[in-house]
């Protein structure tokens, strides 16, 4: 029935295809893998992860037709099988994602799989981050409407994604949002912007636990608001989750809520951020028992900076569901041209502050010990910071160009992880570590440049120091060649050096990349997501193209 | 039989597309302007010069430095060919309020919008950031590239100047 559907949408689309358009996109990876002696990476060593296979490989395609108000797709996902460190789901191969999609009068009709965010995403958010093998996209119906200018509304009913099947759980949302300056005539020219919003999202499974009652639908709501006013800008969403006992919660009847504020300020040469946030029991997701990264119904941003350099990702944060606290800060400004700083070029600084702690937890009654199932599980003040720590972070960066050809960014890192509370390492206790990373761009003749990175990281709890290097060759607009070398020179049981050599051409919009190395063990995130990914050595080719 | 028919299907639409002419409409998506409005991407317009649309991110780092190269030349691109850049940041609630202060830090000179679930970027079949289009004066995307190599935006310019 399902594969029925995406033919009918497939055949129609060729038929119509004269008149519409067609166009898609198309990625492919693969990796053989090689023993490894240093890693202890081999078949005799099942923990090693090393694959009977050798060879895995990954890839889609998804495929769209247009005509004017009219659009429907399809994605077509293989898995022959998974590459290491991919959700073990990932099995097999078939149709993922179809859609049909029109919109008439200010009406917009979604039905089949489609993706979605209320708000900042904290009551519901679909959305698919393919590197890391997370999509939690809807199967079923969405409607937007847009009665008037600058009233939008949009509700949904669906089943999410779990691989290549669907959760047991049904989401129901709606979500309204009003331009309060678009939609009042008389506040059309007032320099003052407020936007606001409100949500309310419902999900239904049904009980059949023997010991305890659950809840069978758990509705949550939200409302926000945003207001600007020239260079000002300033946000806040609040939501509310009613009881929800679950796997992650350990099954406690307490009701959850987050709150995230941020503003900024920001003219030419200079911005200046602020957030903070508060979550509390705010896992949520369209199946109880499930947990990873399955099924999850909202998204609950981390407020840390997000870092590029390899060695800045070692020990990257992810946000704790359960219960955090936390603040950001980031400045950035462009020291001016031909003052004694900036020279004849200006100089940039980026400079980001966050920390995240517990919330406040308190147990209920003097008998009942935290989190006890079946119980409320804890009481928390709302405003009252909790004792443990669970990461600090300070970072800055320069940028200089030094002239036409010449320029170098240094940035410094400060960070305290908590990794046996975050979902990291199984080193218990606060890791502490300074990076160092000069950056180095050098433009050798027209068309032809050269990248150098070199970092160092140290610290003196879990695997110790790290040093890498990079190099970069670059020839526009169609050629790279790249080395490095990540070497855990610091790590007191197994010093190992872990080296690569890639090379990657590009033409329009397809992409070819071939790189042949070691890749270290670690902790992977993208945006909010992370995975844990094994030590491996390998051959890889990557291939991307769209029309 | 069920898998050799959409397989066939699948076949006969890629050929479809493959034998259609490249140039394809800008699709219509909301986005966010950074205060907050929402826009659709069927209003971009720029008195019949040449639009350039570039997919970034705050944590980009090729994004930043395509952005910044852009920004060095803008003032002579937009002299000669009337040129606009419409720079799209994809950017979700992690980092959505950084978006205005890191652009304006940047001191980039072009129309900010943010993609926080990645609706466009989906609807333009974007796989990864960097990713640029060039639409001609009709919204036709006329050119498109992804990733970026110091000295890409030379190829761009040649690109844009073939439209006047």
């Given at each position: 029935?399902?594969?029925?559907?995406?033919?009918?949408v497939?055949?129609?689309?060729?038929?119509?295809?004269?008149?519409?358009?067609?166009?898609g996109?198309?990625?492919?990876?693969?990796?053989?893998?090689?023993?490894?002696?240093?890693?202890?990476?081999?078949l005799?060593?099942?923990?090693?992860?090393?694959?009977?296979?050798?060879f895995?490989?990954?890839?889609?395609?998804?495929?769209?037709?247009?005509?004017?108000?009219?659009?429907?797709?399809?994605?077509?996902?293989?898995?022959?099988?998974?590459?290491?460190?991919?959700?073990?789901?990932?099995?097999?191969?078939?149709?993922?994602?179809?859609?049909?999609?029109?919109?008439?009068?200010?009406?917009?009709?979604?039905?089949?799989?489609?993706?979605?965010?209320?708000?900042?995403?904290?009551?519901?958010?679909?959305?698919?981050?393919?590197?890391?093998?997370?999509?939690?996209?809807?199967?079923?119906?969405?409607?937007?409407?847009?009665?008037?200018?600058g009233?939008?509304?949009?509700?949904?009913?669906?089943?999410?994604?779990?691989?290549?099947?669907?959760?047991?759980?049904?989401?129901?949302?709606?979500?309204?949002?009003?331009s309060?300056?678009?939609?009042?005539?008389?506040?059309?020219?007032?320099?003052?912007?407020?936007?606001?919003?409100?949500?309310f999202?419902?999900?239904?499974?049904?009980?059949?636990?023997?010991?305890?009652?659950?809840?069978?639908n758990?509705?949550?709501w939200?409302?926000?608001?945003?207001?600007?006013?020239?260079?000002?800008?300033?946000?806040?969403?609040?939501?509310?989750?009613?009881?929800?006992?679950?796997?992650?919660?350990?099954?406690?009847?307490?009701?959850?809520?987050?709150?995230?504020?941020?503003?900024?300020?920001?003219?030419?040469?200079?911005?200046?951020?602020?957030?903070?946030?508060?979550i509390?029991?705010?896992?949520?997701?369209?199946?109880?028992?499930?947990?990873?990264?399955?099924?999850?119904?909202?998204?609950?941003p981390?407020?840390?900076?997000?870092?590029?350099?390899?060695?800045a990702?070692?020990?990257?944060?992810?946000?704790?569901?359960?219960?955090?606290?936390?603040?950001?800060?980031?400045l950035?400004?462009?020291?001016?041209?031909?003052?004694?700083?900036?020279?004849?070029?200006?100089?940039?600084?980026?400079?980001?502050?966050?920390?995240?702690?517990?919330?406040?937890?308190?147990?209920?009654?003097?008998?009942?010990?935290?989190?006890?199932?079946?119980?409320?599980?804890?009481?928390?003040?709302?405003?009252?910071?909790?004792?443990?720590?669970?990461?600090?972070?300070?970072?800055?960066?320069?940028?200089?160009?030094?002239?036409?050809?010449?320029?170098?960014?240094?940035?410094?890192?400060?960070?305290?992880?908590?990794?046996a509370?975050?979902?990291?390492?199984?080193?218990?206790?606060?890791?502490?570590?300074?990076?160092?990373?000069?950056?180095?761009?050098y433009?050798?003749?027209?068309?032809?440049?050269?990248?150098?990175?070199?970092?160092?990281?140290?610290?003196?709890?879990?695997e110790?120091?790290?040093?890498?290097?990079?190099?970069?060759?670059?020839?526009?607009?169609?050629?790279?060649?790249?080395?490095?070398n990540?070497?855990?020179y610091?790590?007191?049981?197994k010093?190992?050096?872990?080296?690569?050599?890639?090379?990657?051409?590009?033409?329009?919009?397809?992409?070819?990349?071939?790189s042949?190395?070691?890749?270290?063990?670690?902790?992977?995130?993208v945006?909010?997501?992370?995975?844990?990914?094994?030590?491996?050595?390998?051959?890889s080719?990557?291939?991307?193209?769209?029309? | 039989?069920?898998?050799?028919?959409?397989?066939?299907?699948?076949?006969?639409?890629?050929?479809?597309?493959?034998?259609?002419?490249?140039?394809?409409?800008?699709?219509?998506?909301?986005?966010?302007?950074?205060?907050?409005?929402?826009?659709?991407?069927?209003?971009?317009?720029?008195?019949?010069?040449?639009?350039?649309?570039?997919?970034?991110?705050?944590?980009?780092?090729?994004?930043?430095?395509?952005?910044?190269?852009?920004?060095?030349?803008?003032?002579?691109?937009?002299?000669?060919?009337?040129?606009?850049?419409?720079?799209?940041?994809?950017?979700?609630?992690?980092?959505?309020?950084?978006?205005?202060?890191?652009?304006?830090?940047?001191?980039?000179?072009?129309?900010?919008?943010?993609?926080?679930?990645?609706?466009?970027?989906?609807?333009?079949?974007?796989?990864?950031?960097?990713?640029?289009?060039?639409?001609?004066?009709?919204?036709?995307?006329?050119?498109?590239?992804?990733?970026?190599?110091?000295?890409?935006?030379?190829?761009l310019?040649?690109?844009?100047?073939?439209?006047?």
């Amino acid at each position: 029935m399902k594969n029925l559907l995406s033919i009918l949408v497939l055949c129609t689309g060729t038929l119509l295809a004269q008149s519409g358009q067609l166009s898609g996109n198309f990625q492919s990876d693969f990796q053989l893998y090689l023993e490894d002696e240093a890693l202890d990476f081999n078949l005799e060593n099942p923990s090693s992860g090393f694959p009977s296979e050798r060879f895995l490989s990954n890839g889609f395609a998804n495929i769209m037709y247009t005509n004017s108000n009219f659009s429907a797709g399809i994605r077509y996902e293989a898995y022959q099988n998974a590459l290491l460190g991919y959700p073990s789901g990932y099995k097999g191969e078939g149709i993922t994602y179809r859609y049909a999609q029109f919109s008439k009068n200010g009406l917009d009709v979604t039905v089949g799989n489609f993706y979605e965010q209320f708000g900042s995403g904290m009551i519901l958010r679909a959305y698919e981050e393919r590197n890391l093998g997370y999509d939690n996209a809807f199967d079923g119906i969405r409607l937007k409407y847009s009665p008037l200018k600058g009233v939008y509304l949009k509700s949904l009913v669906g089943r999410q994604r779990l691989f290549f099947d669907k959760g047991e759980g049904l989401v129901r949302g709606v979500d309204g949002e009003v331009s309060l300056n678009e939609a009042f005539v008389g506040l059309n020219e007032i320099k003052t912007q407020v936007l606001l919003g409100a949500s309310f999202v419902s999900k239904y499974q049904k009980d059949l636990n023997p010991a305890y009652n659950l809840p069978e639908n758990v509705g949550s709501w939200a409302s926000r608001m945003s207001v600007n006013h020239g260079r000002w800008n300033f946000n806040s969403e609040y939501v509310h989750k009613y009881n929800d006992p679950s796997a992650v919660n350990n099954y406690i009847y307490k009701t959850g809520n987050a709150l995230l504020m941020s503003g900024s300020y920001s003219k030419r040469g200079f911005g200046l951020s602020l957030a903070a946030k508060r979550i509390d029991n705010m896992d949520y997701r369209s199946e109880r028992d499930q947990n990873l990264q399955n099924l999850i119904i909202n998204y609950l941003p981390a407020l840390t900076k997000q870092h590029a350099y390899t060695l800045a990702t070692i020990y990257p944060y992810g946000t704790i569901t359960t219960g955090e606290m936390g603040l950001q800060a980031e400045l950035n400004y462009k020291v001016k041209k031909g003052s004694r700083l900036g020279g004849k070029y200006g100089m940039g600084v980026l400079a980001n502050f966050s920390n995240v702690y517990a919330i406040d937890k308190q147990q209920i009654d003097a008998f009942t010990p935290l989190d006890s199932t079946g119980t409320l599980g804890y009481s928390s003040d709302f405003f009252k910071v909790g004792e443990e720590k669970y990461f600090q972070e300070f970072s800055i960066e320069l940028s200089k160009k030094v002239n036409k050809k010449l320029k170098f960014i240094g940035t410094y890192i400060n960070t305290e992880y908590n990794s046996a509370a975050i979902v990291g390492y199984s080193y218990h206790g606060m890791i502490y570590s300074d990076i160092f990373v000069l950056e180095t761009q050098y433009k050798i003749k027209s068309k032809h440049s050269i990248r150098t990175e070199i970092q160092h990281l140290s610290t003196e709890q879990h695997e110790g120091n790290w040093v890498m290097g990079l190099a970069e060759y670059t020839i526009s607009p169609h050629y790279f060649f790249a080395v490095q070398n990540l070497y855990n020179y610091g790590n007191t049981d197994k010093k190992i050096s872990y080296p690569t050599v890639s090379a990657g051409y590009n033409k329009g919009t397809s992409r070819f990349a071939l790189s042949y190395g070691k890749q270290r063990a670690g902790i992977f995130c993208v945006g909010g997501v992370c995975r844990n990914v094994p030590a491996s050595n390998g051959l890889s080719l990557s291939i991307t193209s769209s029309f | 039989m069920k898998n050799a028919l959409l397989a066939l299907a699948i076949f006969s639409s890629t050929l479809t597309a493959l034998a259609q002419d490249k140039i394809s409409i800008f699709p219509s998506v909301n986005i966010k302007s950074t205060d907050g409005k929402m826009i659709n991407t069927n209003s971009f317009e720029n008195d019949g010069n040449p639009i350039v649309v570039s997919f970034w991110a705050t944590w980009c780092k090729p994004c930043a430095k395509e952005l910044d190269a852009i920004t060095e030349v803008y003032d002579d691109w937009q002299e000669e060919t009337g040129v606009k850049v419409i720079a799209i940041s994809i950017d979700d609630a992690r980092n959505a309020v950084k978006v205005a202060p890191y652009a304006n830090g940047k001191d980039w000179p072009f129309e900010i919008y943010l993609d926080s679930n990645s609706d466009l970027k989906r609807a333009l079949n974007v796989n990864a950031i960097p990713h640029t289009f060039l639409l001609n004066s009709k919204n036709e995307i006329v050119w498109q590239h992804t990733s970026y190599f110091d000295g890409d935006e030379e190829e761009l310019f040649e690109e844009i100047q073939k439209l006047k």
